[in-house]
């Protein structure tokens, strides 16, 4: 039987792509989906897994025009919230606009096939900015960023969220460095970690039984400060495309008890992203 989520549950970790004829992919995007993902089958998904709250993450395919994201959260502006893709030298208007518009926060990749990556000084720049906002950072990246950008990223002045689990493979154990690291950054209250993308950080693959020993730490120790998203429609998958169902069914497994599963699902969520304060 599937799991029953409680009322507010939230997929914090999405993406829209297209549809490409009325939202073209960047001409210098570093993958183009093979197929469109517009916000139509992202809510037909979320409504039948029983996730009523969602966070769109912008996709490099977009590059810096977040329409398609933004299009997706104007048609449920109270319980969707949007993360950007934004060139550090944004104009303060911009800012405020996708303020008003949703947005929580500004996504930066690091991950080697996701194209340039951002100088992280520049990042801490635009982090200054972001502070009047309440908006915060996510970081994706190779998991060595735990260890290399942890000094600079100890330097925000907001909160920072660790993609994918920090992109750990789960192959090398709960002692490996990377997950010393990430657990060492989240000792650190302004750090988040998303515990999305269990089917990228797997050996082994569904139903992922080593993978979730890194979100149970992960849990036990800072359930205060994770949240959970599906990673839908799960772009640049090296495996085989997860089955959506399983991963929400996985969340017994993840957060046994009902306290835990609230506070990952909507506690922590509405806290980090605020939603229903927008018209």
């Keep these: 039987m599937s799991l029953a989520l409680p009322p507010g549950s939230c997929n914090a970790h999405c993406h829209v792509f297209g549809p490409r004829e009325r939202f073209p992919y960047a001409r210098d995007a570093a993958f183009v989906p093979q197929e469109d993902a517009p916000k139509e089958a992202l809510q037909a998904l979320n409504d039948r897994l029983g996730l009523t709250r969602c966070v769109v993450v912008q996709s490099s395919c977009h590059g810096f025009d977040n329409r398609a994201s933004e299009g997706a959260v104007a048609a449920r502006p109270q319980a969707y919230r949007g993360i950007a893709l934004l060139p550090t030298d944004v104009p303060d208007a911009e800012l405020l606009r996708l303020d008003g518009a949703g947005f929580r926060g500004v996504r930066f990749n690091y991950m080697g096939h996701l194209g340039h990556a951002v100088p992280v000084d520049e990042v801490l720049a635009l982090a200054a900015r972001l502070?009047?906002?309440?908006?915060?950072?996510?970081?994706?990246?190779?998991?060595?960023?735990?260890?290399?950008?942890?000094?600079?990223?100890?330097?925000?002045?907001?909160?920072?969220?660790?993609?994918?689990?920090g992109r750990v493979d789960a192959g090398l154990g709960l002692q490996q460095p990377h997950f010393v690291a990430l657990m060492s950054l989240m000792r650190d209250e302004r750090f988040w970690v998303k515990l999305s993308g269990i089917d990228r950080i797997t050996r082994q693959g569904p139903p992922y039984a080593d993978a979730l020993p890194f979100v149970r730490a992960l849990i036990s120790e800072f359930g205060d400060r994770v949240v959970w998203g599906n990673d839908w429609p799960h772009p640049n998958h090296a495996g085989p495309v997860p089955d959506e169902q399983q991963l929400v069914d996985l969340l017994a497994d993840i957060a046994p008890g009902e306290t835990q599963r609230r506070r990952l699902l909507v506690d922590n969520p509405h806290r980090l992203y605020r939603f229903g304060d927008t018209a």
């Design 131 to 165: 502070q009047p906002l309440g908006w915060h950072l996510q970081i994706h990246g190779d998991p060595t960023l735990l260890i290399d950008l942890a000094p600079a990223l100890r330097r925000s002045p907001v909160p920072v969220v660790i993609d994918h689990i």
